[in-house]
């Protein structure tokens, strides 16, 4: 229990900075809106990495069930 707590938090930790970095980053190229798209994508990348890493599913090449991402 107290992993998956761990977890969690760490998930949104690493979803909080990543929102902040895409206003800083719209900041910077003056869209806003544009900046939190940008983190919206990393993040659903991280959490797909991050949940593949968890289930034992990471890499691209398992060739006892072909080509998986």
Not at 14 to 24: A, D, M, N, R
Not at 37 to 65: Q, T
């Amino acid at each position: 229990m107290a992993a998956s707590k761990k977890q969690r938090w760490s998930w949104l930790g690493g979803t909080v900075v990543l929102v902040v970095l895409g206003v800083v980053i719209g900041l910077v190229l003056q869209n806003v809106w544009l900046g939190l798209l940008l983190a919206a994508i990393v993040s659903l990348v991280w959490l797909f990495a991050v949940e593949s890493r968890k289930g034992d599913n990471a890499g691209v090449n398992d060739e006892s069930n072909g080509i998986e991402l």
